[in-house]
């Protein structure tokens, strides 16, 4: 399983760098990993000096606003991309109405998540059952591709892990992502605001 994930992280990095405009998506009806995941990827790549759209075929809740970058979501997309990456989707109809679009076959498709019920319909498959969250797996990714957390990606992440583990209540909540909490936030992210509006609001 570890070869694999290997595997699929150098063949993502490879696709990711290539490209000049990906399209990032998540899913319908998005959660905070999706949002999370999708808005810390969004600043991640920005970093890198690529120029990405960030897309939800559906409106984002603004319970989520407090996660940065959720502005820069929009909900139709009307200019070239040039690789797909699509997060928290376990199947291509989570995507939306962004199947439609032309483009959307022709190009190669990036599939990171954590469900076990992922239909594995990607260029290549960044897909990890045994993971917390989505977000947790984009961390991973950011790490092959050696690129450094800002603050902004940071807050991002550990509001899609707070979200999908509930505060750490999982029974996914392993001693590698309480780990990877507290690296977010020596990264620049404050557990006390993610959890107070992940969780109590």
């Not at 595997?7 to 899913?27: G, T």
């Not at 929009?74 to 032309?102: H, I, K, M």
Request: proline share 6%; net charge negative; hydrophobic share 45%.
């Amino acid at each position: 399983m570890a070869k694999k994930q290997s595997a699929a992280l150098k063949q993502a990095s490879q696709l990711i760098r290539a490209a000049h405009h990906p399209l990032l998506v998540c899913h319908v009806s998005p959660d905070g990993d999706a949002v999370g995941s999708l808005t810390a990827l969004g600043w991640a790549l920005r970093q890198m000096g690529l120029q990405p759209a960030l897309a939800c075929s559906d409106p984002i809740p603004a319970q989520f606003d407090y996660i940065p970058g959720t502005r820069t979501i929009v909900q139709e997309v009307n200019t070239p991309f040039d690789l797909v990456v699509c997060v928290d989707c376990s199947d291509r109809e989570r995507l939306g109405r962004f199947l439609e679009l032309p483009a959307f076959g022709s190009v190669p498709l990036v599939n990171i998540d954590h469900h076990v019920t992922n239909a594995h319909f990607g260029t290549v498959n960044l897909v990890d059952p045994e993971a917390s969250s989505t977000a947790e797996i984009v961390l991973r990714l950011l790490d092959a591709m050696r690129i450094p957390l800002s603050p902004e990606s940071a807050t991002c992440l550990l509001a899609g892990i707070v979200s999908d583990t509930r505060g750490f209540r999982t029974g996914n909540t392993t001693v590698e992502v309480v780990e990877t909490a507290l690296r977010l936030m020596r990264a620049g992210a404050s557990l006390p605001y993610v959890a107070h509006h992940a969780l109590d609001r």
